[in-house]
């Protein structure tokens, strides 16, 4: 287990508790007994974010993959769905890690803690704050863990974002397009993957303005999509049922040529939610601590396989890429990846 848990938190501070409003940028280091986020895991002082940064980056170092097309460490920053508490997000980020580490994946895993409610209600304001904070993914968490990548390191850092977290991600490439010190540097993120995408299955298309800012930026965007998904089915009824979301119905005709759609829906009727851990509405949730799905995603981050060629997919006909139980190619860790990059 890992004695520190790292998050970057946009939530405001009221008589000492975090809140479900927009607030300050906040770099925390959780000791891993705690169960709840607190302000005084937030390093302060001066140089705090840089010692925040620096240890982050030396961890990410500490775990060279000999899997992963990264010499120099791989970081993925969470993104979480609207409704959530801040000890849900630190249990989610967890349980995450757990999977991600028992499939050989070795990188690090940063939580991205932005302003969400835990009512139901607070649905089209929360996706008002996702707007407000998105910005702050970009310019104090991506290219903060990115500075190195000028001076010739390679650590590679990625996106995974749940619900309105993929929205998150979205605004956040689309909101930095606008500013001209980021327009101008050259950032790049590896891979991104939607869990229960709450946009729409038409924003991924090759046309859309909305998500062009994002494709400039990414290596590959994989989105998993299960038909069962009754929340985004709630989400379009809210909105007036005139959008069908990415993490329902997969990818549209035309989608950017960076994306790639995995179908979920075969995979997710063999579990038996009784059995699966509990992190949330289960139709919507049940990503997180699935060990297929978590497998899958360790090879899809690693990038050492072409996306086709990934051993838990397989091609159908009608429905494209399905996930499915599969184990790693069988001699890959004898594949000695990392000697072949200069």
């Known amino acids: 287990m890992a004695i520190h848990d790292y998050l970057i938190t946009t939530r405001r501070v009221k008589n000492g508790l975090f809140e479900a409003e927009p607030g300050p940028v906040r770099y925390l280091r959780v000791p891993s007994a705690a169960r709840k986020l607190k302000t005084d895991h937030e390093l302060t002082g001066r140089g705090g974010t840089a010692r925040w940064i620096k240890k982050v980056q030396a961890l990410a170092l500490s775990k060279i993959n000999p899997l992963s097309v990264s010499r120099k460490g791989d970081i993925l920053i969470f993104v979480h769905g609207y409704n959530n508490k801040p000890e849900e997000v630190l249990k989610r980020q967890r349980q995450l890690t757990a999977d991600l580490d028992a499939e050989g994946w070795k990188g690090v895993v940063i939580g991205f803690d932005w302003p969400s409610d835990h009512h139901a209600l607070n649905y089209l304001e929360d996706r008002s704050d996702a707007a407000q904070v998105a910005m702050a993914m970009v310019s104090k968490g991506v290219t903060k ?27 956040a490439f689309a ?6 010190e980021l327009y101008k540097s050259d950032w790049r993120v590896g891979q991104v993957a939607f869990i229960s995408a709450d946009v729409s299955a038409e924003s991924l298309n090759v046309t859309s303005n909305w998500s062009d800012p994002m494709f400039q930026r990414v290596m590959r965007l994989t989105n998993y999509a299960n ?22 119905v997969g990818l549209k005709e035309g989608a950017d040529p960076k994306t790639i759609n995995v179908h979920c829906g075969d995979h997710f009727q063999t579990i038996d939610p009784a059995k699966a851990p509990s992190v949330g509405t289960f139709n919507h949730s049940w990503y997180i601590g699935d060990r297929v799905f978590a497998r899958d995603l360790a090879m899809t981050l690693e990038g050492a396989i072409e996306r086709h060629a990934i051993p838990t997919s397989v091609w159908d006909t009608h429905k494209g890429l399905c996930l499915r139980e599969a184990q790693r190619p069988q001699h890959s860790s004898s594949w000695n990846i990392n000697q072949g990059i200069s």
């Open 145 to 171: 863990l990115s500075e190195c990548q000028a001076g010739g390191c390679q650590t590679n850092v990625h996106l995974l974002g749940h619900s309105t977290g993929a929205y998150v991600i979205m605004e």
């Open 175 to 180: 909101q930095a397009e606008k500013d001209g």
């Open 227 to 248: 038909p069962f998904d009754s929340i985004l089915a709630i989400s379009n009824a809210k909105r007036l049922g005139v959008s069908p979301k990415a993490g329902r």
